[in-house]
Nanobody, 124 residues
Framework: QVLLVESGGGSVPAGGSLRLSCAAS????????MAWFRHAPGKEREGVAA????????YYADSVKGRFTITRDSAKNTVYLQMNSLKPEDTAMYYC?????????????????WGQGTQVTVSS
């Protein structure tokens, strides 16, 4: 089993920055590939970014490319999401996911483990 705990959310004005953290504990294998998802009112949960075990491969939703950066620190079993130039449409609950089983990186059903989420609110 894997436990995921997100932190770093908050309220910021448009154009501001936040850094989210996802601390993982448990099975190392389940932490090889990890992703960030977000869920906003009236929308389906969507994949934001993902990163491979070594951190050499990253994936981003088109809406966040150039603004968000996903990184990881394997020694600390932690994945980060640096969010810059935040927009009101980035407002959502952000979740960390691990344990990729099948499907695409940006599909909720492909992951086994989920954190409880951290709220990000961007004012206009």
């Amino acid at each position: 089993q894997v436990l995921l705990v997100e932190s770093g959310g908050g309220s910021v004005p448009a154009g501001g920055s936040l850094r989210l953290s996802c601390a993982a504990s448990g099975s190392t294998d389940s932490n090889k590939f990890m992703a960030w998802f977000r869920h906003a009112p009236g929308k389906e949960r969507e994949g934001v970014a993902a990163i491979s075990t070594a951190g050499s491969s990253t994936y981003y939703a088109d809406s966040v490319k150039g603004r968000f950066t996903i990184t990881r620190d394997s020694a600390k079993n932690t994945v980060y999401l640096q969010m810059n130039s935040l927009k009101p449409e980035d407002t959502a609950m952000y979740y960390c996911a691990a344990g990729l089983r099948f499907g695409r990186w940006n599909e909720q059903g492909a992951f086994t483990y989920w954190g409880q989420g951290t709220q990000v609110t961007v004012s206009s």
